[in-house]
């Protein structure tokens, strides 16, 4: 069982897509381990898009993070990470497939509703820097076994 890291951006709060993002992960089968509202400080901010500090685009991307609240979540399930990377679809939301949440809902790069964690070892690093293990609850769902072979 795999679990990833999911960030609702601020457009998304914003425009009231929490309910409808959200939705789509549960319609999926992917189980709410972790889940919360919280306005990002920029430290925070800073060391999650490490990697893309140095980039034209890091000034703005951090200051789109943190300029409202964030809900942030941790899914867990079989092979989660590439399952949620599949439904948020590509980073340029104007070339997101038709299906995914990007490819419905949004249009531009810098305004693209969700952040979800790329790798397995991106997911370890980003829950445990967005969570607290008291944070995060495993549970067993009775509907898991028509969901998880
Ligand atoms: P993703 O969010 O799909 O994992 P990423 O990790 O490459 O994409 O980049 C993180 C965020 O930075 C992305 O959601 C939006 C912004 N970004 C990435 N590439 C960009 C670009 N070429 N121009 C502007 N913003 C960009
Ligand atoms: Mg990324």
Redesign the pocket.
């Known amino acids: 069982m795999e679990r990833t890291l999911i960030l609702i951006?601020p457009d998304g709060v914003q425009r009231g897509l929490v309910g409808p993002i959200l939705a789509r992960f549960e319609a999926r089968g992917l189980k709410i381990v972790g889940l919360k509202l919280m306005q990002v400080p920029t430290d925070l901010a800073a060391r999650h898009?490490a990697?893309?500090e140095g980039?034209?685009?890091?000034p703005?991307?951090l200051r789109y993070i943190t300029s409202a609240p964030v809900v942030a979540m941790v899914l867990e399930g079989t092979n989660a990470v590439t399952a949620v990377?599949k439904t948020?679809g590509?980073?340029?939301s104007f070339e997101a497939e038709a299906g995914t949440i990007r490819g419905d809902l949004a249009l531009e790069?810098?305004r693209?509703l969700?952040?979800?964690?790329?790798k397995p070892e991106t997911a370890e690093r980003e829950v445990a820097l967005w969570f607290s293990d008291a944070e995060l609850i495993g549970y067993a769902r009775d509907t898991d076994r028509w969901i998880f072979e």
């Open positions: 951006k898009y990697e893309h980039k034209a685009f890091y703005g991307l990377r948020v590509a980073t340029k790069v810098g693209n969700v952040h979800a964690s790329d």
